[in-house]
């Protein structure tokens, strides 16, 4: 493409928005856009814009956000977004991420009740439901659907799924309650486990989640260990008092991996004087995955002599633990081969998925 043609189609750009022409306006920016020359068409948008011409706003916002001036390409948007559903949508994507949801609402609705933008109505349901209010975002987007909206209908299945999730936990949680039934109380929770995929796109879930974790975590001790697990995976550090004292409870009434996953926690956080605590725990439950822990934990403190007894207990047919048991006794901040501390999670992720 030659420098001529490009100064060309540009100059007919600004050309057409200063005579107020959008479509033809249109037409030359999109052979910037689709022509990949968007270096070239950055100066015509910025004439464009001069001249008033809304695609133009619209065009220059998103490539002013994608190369990250993002208060130039809110302000674009917030300049024609009134009157354009385009920029409405950009501008309420835009406050969304920079998590100014309340406004990012406003701006989608406006996008969707001003222009029937479908995108716009989908991110506002989607906001819905980030912050806990699923039914809702369903409802929302089914209202005044036509027959080519056909794109809400998978959001809207997808929120009915989060509620229906959670009628069926409450609902076998009622039950539990009522036969002050612990197994039960597990499986009402393990019901759960279909939105930990969810829970970091939808954060408002979690505080309903949080309800019917506790409400089993009462019956069962098991329970109450899927709920530390939860609460580790969705919670700040505020929570890790209440995670780590539910591991404990589960350890005290016998739960299987308890304490270990009490001793992984810990270790993720840097606490390894807890977690040295934990693992012994659970080494003392009877648990064997944990003395690999140990033996790893030691090795990192330069507890050479206390490493090597840990491993020793996994045989000499063992090479992985025989390769860890003899180490060069250098900074040992290698993983071993096998790495049998992911053991663990792996096994609590079983365990989650029954």
């Known amino acids: 493409m030659t420098t001529e043609h490009i100064r060309t189609r540009g100059e007919a750009m600004v050309a057409a928005a200063l005579d107020k022409d959008g479509r033809t306006a249109r037409r030359h920016s999109d052979f910037f856009v689709f022509g990949h020359h968007i270096d070239e068409g950055i100066p015509y948008w910025e004439r464009a814009v001069e001249a008033g011409d809304v695609w133009a706003h619209y065009t220059l916002a998103r490539y002013r956000k994608i190369r990250g001036d993002r208060d130039a390409g809110e302000a674009l948007y917030r300049a024609v977004a009134e009157f354009d559903a385009g920029s409405a949508y950009g501008l309420g994507v835009l406050l969304r991420e920079d998590r100014r949801n309340d406004e990012a609402a406003e701006w989608l609705r406006h996008a969707w009740e001003y222009g029937r933008h479908l995108e716009a109505k989908i991110e506002l349901g989607k906001l819905m439901a980030a912050e806990g209010r699923p039914a809702e975002a369903s409802a929302f987007l089914m209202s005044d ?68 974790y506790a409400r089993g975590s009462v019956l069962s001790a098991e329970a109450g260990m899927y709920h530390a697990m939860f609460l580790t995976e969705t919670g700040g550090d505020e929570e890790w008092p209440r995670a780590r004292d539910l591991l404990l409870r589960a350890h005290e009434a016998g739960v299987a991996q308890a304490a270990a996953l009490l001793g992984n926690k810990c270790e993720q956080r840097g606490e390894m004087a807890e977690a040295e605590r934990a693992h012994l725990l659970a080494v003392e439950a009877g648990e064997e995955p944990p003395k690999w822990n140990l033996g790893m934990l030691c090795l990192r403190l330069g507890r050479y002599d206390e490493a090597e007894r840990w491993f020793a207990g996994f045989g000499e047919d063992d090479k992985d633990a025989v390769g860890a048991a003899r180490p060069d006794r250098r900074a040992p901040r290698g993983r071993s081969p096998r790495l049998r501390r992911a053991r663990l999670p792996a096994a609590a992720r079983t365990a989650r998925a029954g």
């Open 145 to 212: 659907t036509e027959l080519g909206d056909i794109a809400v209908f998978r959001w809207s299945q997808l929120f009915d799924s989060f509620v229906e999730v959670f009628d069926r936990a409450a609902a076998a949680l009622d039950s539990a309650e009522a036969d002050e039934d612990g197994e039960a109380a597990v499986a009402a929770v393990r019901e759960l486990f279909d939105l930990d995929e969810h829970f970091a796109a939808y954060p408002g879930l979690t505080t309903r989640a949080d309800e019917l």
